[in-house]
């Protein structure tokens, strides 16, 4: 019987390069409507939070906010949103996605559910619930440590 360091050994990298691969499969398939996984996963949390600052998506996407600022300089040129001014700070600029973003928000869904049964090839519908079950499990139990560590930073 492997130990459980053996079944674990490469789990992390096995789970990265499957986001990975996930990415670049979606932009393989996004390609013919411009977007790249970054655009589309900022159209997503737009589409849950239209009107953030640069600095909160940056947060949501757990990325830096100059890479904010030039990705959504990019969605921009590209007509995906709009930036306005903040009327609650005079220095910060809200997001907002443009009516062309939210009609690519439909297809981009469909897209997505075409590469999510690329991955699950093969699978039985039990065995696909079990998997993203044990990943949310996963999820809630690293989201719970993270939080309360940083409950004791602060």
Partial sequence: MA????TLNGFGYL??????LLRRRFEQKAGDYNITSAQWRAMAQLSRNDGLTQVALAHLLEIEPMSVCRLVDRMEAGGFVVRQPDPADKRAKLVYLTERSRELLDVMKVVAAEVYEDAFAGFEEDERVRLVG?????????????A???????
């Fill in 15 to 20: 789970l990265n390069d499957t986001a990975r």
């Fill in 134 to 146: 044990t990943l949310n499990r996963i999820n809630a139990n690293l989201s719970r440590v993270i």
């Fill in 3 to 6: 130990s459980p360091r053996n």
């Fill in 148 to 154: 309360v560590r940083e409950e004791e930073i602060a």
